[in-house]
């Protein structure tokens, strides 16, 4: 009974820690901007998917399954890609969601 | 007026500050290969890799075709682009690039090959409605000096994304001096790119084809 609660604490704390990280960015003016820091983002392993957005001047990274980026990690890879981070923010909103606000927009 | 004294003037006008183009670095550990056709007196090939997002490294083929009388240059070279500075405005980005290079140019009327330097500087702003930018490059050998001057002003009828096509109106000032071409040669081009792929197309004032390719990845 101890040892199937303790695999619940650990799949819900895995579960909890698959977030997004909602980044603002300044200098996102075309797709190769974008381009760039999807390229050197995707290359981190903890890195389950990445949404740019250059309308909201957002960088979106869902992480894997019990992982997670720091916020040092992630301002010294979008340095390392030329831009700079503005603000960093966690939520619980999928790259779905964030995607489907997009094209909301759009419309 | 010479072209940089009216890209200035531009500038001033438009109340936009500075000048953009395809930059020589696109991104960090991204390859740029791009090709361009221009007017049948220069065309130019490039390929570029950037181990860091300020530093691209390769080499390029330029041909200079005289529309004064029948010189050529043929030059081969290899380059390093530098990132200056740049800006990341909230919904612009502005920057400087450097470079500098040699390499081997034929020169037509002396039937000889002949050692060359290049250098330039290219100083850019966009939004993801205007864009602007001023380029100067200098190609020399024992035979020549030929400084190329080119200023882009580019409006955009929409606001593209990262998903999006997105469309350019570009008007395009070229000159080249020592001889090789009069005057200053004017360009209307549309200019198309997704993601990594960028093609542009238009004529110039006389009629000619200008052209431009360019991938990134």
């Not at chain 2, 009629?207 to 991938?215: D, F, I, T």
Request: hydrophobic fraction near 45%.
């Amino acid at each position: 009974m101890k040892k199937l609660s303790f695999f619940a604490f650990a799949l819900l704390a895995g579960i909890a820690q698959a977030g997004t990280i909602e980044m603002k960015v300044h200098g996102l003016v075309c797709g190769f901007c974008a381009q760039g820091i999807e390229k050197t983002l995707r290359r981190n392993p903890a890195t389950a998917d990445v949404v740019v957005s250059l309308e909201k001047k957002l960088v979106a990274v869902a992480t894997r399954d019990g992982q997670d980026i720091s916020d040092a990690e992630l301002t010294k890879a979008l340095i390392d890609s030329g831009y700079e981070v503005k603000g960093i923010t966690r939520t619980q909103r999928s790259l779905d969601e964030i995607r489907a606000g997009l094209e909301q927009k759009k419309k | 007026m010479n072209l940089v004294r009216f890209a200035l003037a531009g500038c001033v006008l438009a109340g936009a500050g500075t000048l953009a183009q395809a930059k020589p670095i696109a991104f960090s550990h991204g390859t740029t290969i791009m090709a361009e056709y221009g007017a049948g007196t220069m065309t130019e090939a490039q390929v570029f890799y950037a181990p860091k997002y300020f530093l691209s490294l390769g080499g390029g083929h330029l041909q200079l075709e005289s529309d004064v009388d029948h010189r050529r240059r043929e030059i081969t070279y290899v380059r390093a682009n530098y990132l200056a500075k740049r800006w990341n405005l909230e919904d612009a980005q502005a920057n400087v690039f450097v470079w500098g290079g040699a390499g081997q140019a034929y020169v037509s009327e002396l039937h000889q090959h002949q050692l060359a330097g290049n250098a330039g500087a290219q100083v850019d702003y966009e939004t993801r409605r205007i864009y602007a930018s001023l380029k100067t490059e200098l190609h020399r050998a024992d035979a020549f000096s030929h400084r190329i001057d080119t200023l882009q002003l580019g409006i955009a009828p929409y606001e593209h994304d990262t998903n999006t096509l997105a469309t350019w109106f570009v008007l395009q000032g070229r000159q080249v001096s020592g001889g090789i071409h009069e005057g200053t040669e004017w360009a209307l081009l549309l200019r198309l790119f997704r993601r990594g792929a960028w093609i542009e197309a238009g004529a110039t004032g006389d009629g000619k084809l200008q052209a431009m390719a360019m991938v990134n990845f």
